[in-house]
């Protein structure tokens, strides 16, 4: 018999993301390079941007720097960026279905900036007790003390807790301490998998 009391909810790709096709080349008329482009220059400071050592701000400068673009184009860039967070389908339903019952926490890998304005887009930070997050903790979610770290704030032991992500790699840091973990995919197959811990909705 399941004893959960607290389940964890990654944020990026569990929760929310940011659409990665671009099918009527709006940044490529807005700033004059692919969305492609663009994250891809990303990749190169986003382990700074998610332990909270810069914001939204220079991030947006440094890609464009990267890319030989305008200073101008920052405000551009977060704006094309921002419209282009989606909800995951299906996710909210099963957030309203589990509020209430289950103690819910995120622990999301972002900037600060890009954490609140998912969240703000869709109105969601009421459905979690408390929010962690990279950019606070100033480690990444492949390191095993920021799931210690949640724990022990939440006064939780690792059997009592279940966390939902879509990297297999965190899924397996939060297991390696005990923690029951489900691997995201879609909601359907969530919903399927939270009733294996006797969580229905």
């Not at 700074?48 to 673009?69: C, D």
């Not at 790699?169 to 811990?197: C, M, P, W, Y």
Request: glycine share 6%; net charge negative; with cysteine.
């Amino acid at each position: 018999m399941w004893m959960i009391s607290t389940i964890i909810f990654d944020l990026n790709l569990t929760v929310v993301g940011v659409r990665f096709d671009d099918p009527d080349d709006r940044y490529k008329d807005k700033l004059g390079v692919s969305k492609k482009a663009l994250f891809h220059a990303a990749v190169a400071h986003w382990e700074e941007f998610e332990t909270g050592k810069f914001g939204q701000e220079e991030l947006a400068q440094r890609i464009i720097k990267e890319l030989n673009l305008s200073p101008e184009k920052g405000p551009e860039t977060l704006r094309l960026l921002r419209e282009d967070i989606y909800l995951v389908d299906g996710i909210e339903q099963i957030l309203a279905g589990l509020y209430g019952k289950y103690r819910l926490i995120m622990l999301a890998g972002d900037g600060e900036d890009f954490l609140h304005a998912k969240l703000d887009k869709f109105n969601l930070k009421h459905y979690f007790s408390k929010i962690y997050c990279t950019c606070y903790e100033g480690i990444r979610k492949i390191d095993p003390q920021i799931y210690h770290n949640v724990l022990v704030k939440e006064r939780i032991a690792p059997s009592d807790c279940l966390f939902i992500d879509d990297n297999p790699e965190f899924i397996g840091v939060a297991q390696s301490i005990g923690i029951h973990t489900i691997l995201f995919a879609n909601s359907s197959q969530l919903r399927e998998d939270l009733e294996k811990f006797s969580i229905f909705i």
